[in-house]
């Protein structure tokens, strides 16, 4: 989650919630590797080394991490509602539930009934998350306008090569 994205959720929430209910970020699900591997391309492509010397190596899991990320759980199922950018859980109190379902309705949030987990959910593609790194500001300026000269760079390139062989 970046910066601009905690901030929306935190404001979001101030502006919706009315007591009791959890609101979460629905955000895209990636894999580590997957993140590793763009990001050397990336890196090294910007500072002039090549990516092949630079080999992600898999350390194995650590006391407190986890391979999955659950956002919501089985007794949940009943009390989650979403509007498409977030996710919101109802309190557990029927009467807090009925109030709040119809405000939250009201809201354009719709009931769903499933889990919501980093498994349930499609990766991201190494494309999509090259386009995270660019878009969100995680990576610093002169990174990102690098790597948006070569994506366009490149991109011209490929369209001159069609041209000549048509």
Same mark, same amino acid.
């Given at each position: 989650?970046?910066?601009?994205? /905690?901030?929306?959720?935190?404001?979001?929430?101030?502006?919706?919630?009315?007591?009791? !209910?959890?609101?979460? /970020?629905?955000?895209?699900?990636?894999?580590?590797?997957?993140?590793?591997?763009?990001?050397?391309?990336? =890196?090294?492509?910007?500072? %002039?080394?090549?990516?092949? &010397?630079?080999?992600?190596?898999?350390? %194995?899991?650590?006391?407190?991490?986890? =391979?999955?990320?659950?956002?919501?759980?089985?007794?949940?199922? @009943?009390?989650?509602?979403? &509007? %498409?950018?977030? =996710?919101?859980?109802?309190? !557990? /109190?029927?009467?807090?539930?009925?109030?709040?379902?119809?405000?939250?309705?009201? !809201?354009?949030?719709?009931?769903? #009934?499933?889990?919501?987990?980093?498994?349930?959910?499609?990766?991201m593609t190494p494309q999509q998350i090259?386009?995270?790194?660019?878009?969100q500001d995680v990576l610093p300026e002169s990174v990102q306008q690098a790597?948006?000269?070569?994506?366009?760079?490149?991109?011209? @390139? /490929?369209?001159?090569?069609? !041209?000549? #062989?048509?």
């Amino acid at each position: 989650m970046t910066p601009r994205q /905690a901030s929306d959720l935190v404001l979001s929430s101030a502006i919706l919630a009315q007591g009791g !209910e959890i609101l979460i /970020a629905k955000m895209p699900s990636l894999r580590i590797r997957d993140l590793a591997v763009e990001m050397v391309r990336m =890196l090294a492509t910007h500072y %002039g080394w090549d990516p092949v &010397n630079y080999p992600i190596e898999v350390k %194995g899991i650590r006391a407190g991490e986890k =391979l999955k990320e659950e956002l919501t759980s089985e007794a949940e199922n @009943h009390r989650l509602m979403s &509007n %498409g950018r977030f =996710l919101c859980v109802l309190p !557990e /109190a029927p009467e807090r539930q009925k109030h709040l379902r119809a405000r939250y309705q009201n !809201e354009g949030f719709k009931t769903i #009934a499933r889990i919501y987990s980093s498994e349930s959910e499609p990766p991201m593609t190494p494309q999509q998350i090259r386009e995270f790194l660019l878009q969100q500001d995680v990576l610093p300026e002169s990174v990102q306008q690098a790597c948006t000269q070569t994506r366009v760079d490149t991109e011209t @390139h /490929a369209a001159r090569q069609t !041209e000549v #062989a048509l």
